[in-house]
């Protein structure tokens, strides 16, 4: 039966034959038409649509290509031109039975359709007792995520048992989903947190919970998913993501100190970076009085420093006998009462204003008396500070510190704020409560940072901001203001590039002392000033009171050290190859706070949501420059990479046009991060690597992707998420193979030359038997007739780079890059059907017109653009780029 025979007699059972026709004969276009045109003819568009859903084959599963996904979007698009036709019209028994109807068929359809059946049939106002009972009959079924998609979108969050949808969804490795789930929901945020850490007890079984759900099948990947290391990670994720008080996740918070012990264990007896004093206060405040942590703590004491200090810490905890490491009783006996586990660090007592001779020597020092340092707490004191560093056109240095906690909490707090003037350093004891919480304090800091007439000098302000918010939660709400702020990380990025030539990379480390190496601040304080700082207090307890000679003197020296290396600088700036204005380089982080954006320069990197987009080396890397949400980029401006769980993606992503180095499956996560930095790329992993990733590269370069969605469906969220204009011409303007940009047109009758010359068609009339054969039996025989045309036919004209043909070495066939031209791989029944051939200058690829540009045409036809006023296929021939499977 032909379409207008069909659409004439409306018989369902017709219409669906017919469509099903079209589908596999891939004649999209008339099904599109007749799609449009059934809708129209319907006297009940609704109700023919779920006919139509219901009946069609595979009943819309598998691949999001289906006939039936095709069919709905086509109503989606033809429902905007007809919005009268709704439930609203319909007496509530009929509105009700294609509510119900449609809610049955969500037990069958895939994930993509769920949110379009539930918005077209007003699901939401579907009777909560029948919506509750169709959700329970999808549990009995299995159907854990359209359960949690289902609920998110009629909010149902509250009528069902959180585990029972939740930990299907954690076990099938999809948190990310189980978070979207309890989102906004503070006790169902609090639950699924508190879940999460009960799984990383020592006691827990992740078989005895597997019994729990018996018709699940897990891979060997999704358990170690379950792995106390994994989880506490996620635990302390989305304690920061909720807000979640860390006391309600006990276990977590256990293990991750016992990770900070080892760590202390580390840098105190085979680093040796951490004084004995700074030590000694850390392995206190990790400790507190947890016994297992006591426990841990001698017995790591054996193994790194002998059964002595084992004894002397086991003896000041009371560790039981019972629990104590093979010879630590022993050697407790024979110690004196005086070294039951004291301290052998320096008292205040002992402990001088002056460091050594040695290391007045050997680091920098700090230019200005002790009595010149002031140590703040009041606000008596604090009104001397706001008279010396409230001034117009002050110069002030500024840093903070807090005690490093190893990671065991979410938000680190500020315990020092440092102000450095000239002559003189201010130290703000923000562990004084009364004092750090005063509204004079307040109003001080948001004072100094909102004046624009202060230039504030900081080194990597980004994590200071981080405390300095968590330390004043009024901050985020009132939205702080900075201006005037220069940071002189991005002066010293600078600096290190333009030193070796403008190269990307890392600055060659400096050696100071025996084999150690600086970095950071102590670096360019080094490079500047001729020596480093003395960093042995870095990681001290800054929030224990009071703070030694030692601690005061490196927080006034981290302060006043940022004032000489500016003015330092600011003199001299030929001579470390930076600009005569300082400022002139983008201030990084620091612009993410300010209120005012500046308008976009012509000629200047575009940016978007913090990545760069068209600027490959690492000089953008941290600038954070917002740009409307209407603004769009072409594909060709986003660089990423791929890890090799996302390969499938990395294809989608490649075939429209997106600059992507896909990991292959034997590499390394940890390639992706090392791939990003040496070419500017952002980063697409998903699960666990997500968070290791992160932490090795710039912020906003890393993105994680929900592995549990198809590659078209995340290539798609990709697309919007960083608002990529897609245009048909953007389609196979990559290689497929070798991610290459640059083709070279070749017509077929030089082709069909090339082959003749290297013996390809030996006989003729061999390969006209094997056209004849391969054109009854090759789907690329399919094409429209106009596709047949001679070289002065339509044409598809992807956006790529296009290569000389002289670019080809004639007698080789080879390229400049020494790619090879395949020509083995060309089927010889397409040189009397294709006018040219496209191949890739990188890899050698062939490529040629085909019927795949149109499938990808609709998969994306959502988020496709339409330029009328360029020339992407010439004519109306819809033809495409076809890449050889081999």
């Not at 017709?14 to 596999?24: A, E, G, I, K, S």
Request: proline share 6%; charged share 25%; glycine share 6%.
């Amino acid at each position: 039966m032909n379409e207008s025979a069909c659409l004439m007699a409306f018989d369902p059972a017709d219409l669906l034959v017919c469509l099903f026709n079209l589908w596999t004969r891939k004649e999209f276009e008339k099904l599109r038409v007749v799609a449009q045109r059934a809708f129209s003819d319907m006297q009940d568009p609704l109700g023919g649509l779920l006919h139509v859903l219901e009946s069609s084959p595979g009943v819309l599963k598998g691949k999001t290509t289906s006939l039936g996904h095709f069919v709905l979007m086509e109503f989606v698009h033809w429902k905007q031109s007809h919005p009268q036709v709704s439930l609203e019209g319909k007496p509530p028994e009929q509105a009700q039975s294609l509510q119900l109807w449609a809610l049955r068929l969500l037990a069958d359809s895939q994930t993509s359709l769920v949110n379009p059946l539930m918005e077209i049939y007003q699901l939401e106002s579907l009777d909560r007792g029948l919506l509750l009972g169709h959700v329970d009959k999808l549990l009995a079924l299995g159907s854990y995520k359209e359960v949690a998609l289902m609920s998110i979108k009629l909010k149902l969050q509250q009528d069902l048992d959180m585990e029972r949808v939740c930990v299907p969804l954690i076990l099938q490795n999809k948190l990310s989903l189980a978070e979207s789930y309890v989102q906004g929901n503070g006790c169902l945020e609090q639950a699924l947190v508190k879940l999460l850490d009960s799984w990383c007890a020592p006691d827990f079984s992740l078989a005895q919970l597997c019994r729990q759900f018996p018709d699940l099948s897990l891979s060997q990947h999704q358990t170690q998913c379950i792995h106390p290391k994994m989880l506490s990670k996620q635990v302390f994720r989305l304690m920061e993501h909720f807000n979640i008080d860390p006391a309600l996740c006990p276990n977590s918070i256990t293990k991750r100190k016992l990770d900070s012990l080892r760590f202390l264990m580390y840098k105190r007896f085979v680093e040796k970076g951490m004084s004995e004093q700074n030590w000694s206060d850390h392995i206190q405040a990790t400790v507190g009085d947890s016994p297992e942590l006591q426990v841990k703590l001698v017995e790591l004491l054996v193994k790194y420093d002998g059964l002595s200090t084992a004894a002397r810490w086991s003896l000041r905890y009371r560790v039981p006998r019972d629990r104590l490491p093979l010879g630590v009783w022993d050697t407790q006996q024979g110690l004196p009462p005086t070294q039951h586990g004291q301290s052998e660090g320096p008292s205040l007592s002992t402990d001088p204003w002056e460091p050594p001779a040695s290391h007045q020597d050997k680091y920098y020092q700090l230019p200005v008396p002790k009595e010149r340092v002031h140590f703040l707490h009041t606000q008596e004191e604090l009104e001397l500070c706001r008279q010396a560093v409230l001034q117009t056109g002050s110069l002030v240095g500024l840093d903070m510190e807090w005690r490093a906690d190893f990671g065991t909490l979410p938000r680190q707090r500020v315990a020092l704020i440092q102000l450095a003037v000239p002559g003189q350093v201010f130290l703000l004891d923000l562990c004084e409560t009364r004092f750090a919480q005063h509204e004079h304090t307040v109003n001080f800091i948001k004072a100094l940072f909102s004046d624009p007439n202060i230039l504030k000098l900081g080194y990597g302000m980004s994590g200071d901001l981080k405390s300095l918010l968590a330390t004043w939660p009024q901050f985020p709400a009132e939205q702080l203001k900075m201006v005037g702020v220069l940071d002189l990380l991005m002066v010293h990025q600078q600096m290190q590039r333009s030193s070796r030539g403008g190269a990307s990379g890392s600055p060659r480390a400096v050696e100071v002392g025996e084999g150690s190496t600086e970095k950071g601040l102590s670096l360019l304080v080094q490079q500047v000033l001729g020596k480093p700082l003395d960093k042995i207090e870095q990681l001290s307890n800054w929030e224990r009171r009071p703070l030694r000679n030692s601690q005061l003197r490196y927080a006034a020296i981290d302060a006043y050290c940022l004032l000489e290396v500016y003015l330092t600088l600011s003199q001299h700036p030929a001579r470390f190859y930076l600009p005569a204005d300082l400022h002139s380089i983008p201030s990084g982080q620091a612009g993410r706070y300010r209120e005012e954006k500046k308008p976009k320069e012509k000629g200047k990197p575009v940016w978007h949501r913090g990545i760069p987009l068209d600027a490959p080396s690492q000089e953008g890397y941290g600038q954070q420059v917002t740009v409307h949400s209407d603004t769009s980029i072409a594909p060709q401006q986003l660089r990423v990479v791929c890890d090799n769980m996302l390969q499938g993606l990395g294809r989608y992503l490649r075939c429209l046009g997106i600059d992507v180095v896909v990991l292959e499956g034997s590499d390394d996560h940890r390639v992706a991060a090392e791939v990003a930095r040496q070419e500017g790329r952002v980063i697409f992993t998903s699960g666990q690597p997500y968070q290791t990733l992160r932490s090795q590269v710039g912020e906003g370069r890393c993105l994680a992707v929900d592995s549990s969605e198809k590659a078209r469906d995340q290539a798609t969220r990709i697309l919007q998420h960083f608002n990529i204009r897609l245009t048909p011409a953007d389609i196979f303007s990559r290689c497929q193979a070798c991610n290459g940009d640059e083709y070279m047109r070749l017509p077929s009758e030089d082709m069909a030359r090339m082959l003749e010359e290297r013996g390809f068609m030996k006989v003729q009339t061999e390969a006209e038997e094997g056209a004849n054969w391969e054109k009854q039996h090759d789907p690329l025989s399919s094409l429209t007739p106009e596709s047949n045309e001679g070289p002065e036919g339509r044409r598809y004209s992807p956006h790529c780079r296009w290569a000389l043909v002289s670019d080809l070495d004639p007698q080789s066939l080879r390229f400049p890059s020494g790619a090879e031209l395949q020509l083995q791989t060309v089927p010889l029944d397409l040189l009397h059907r294709v006018p040219e051939f496209f191949i890739c200058t990188s890899c050698g690829k062939v490529f040629w017109e085909g019927s795949h540009f149109e499938r990808v045409l609709t998969q994306f036809q959502n988020v496709m653009h339409i330029d009328k006023d360029t020339p992407v296929l010439q004519g109306d021939t819809k033809v495409a780029v076809k890449a050889l499977d081999h």
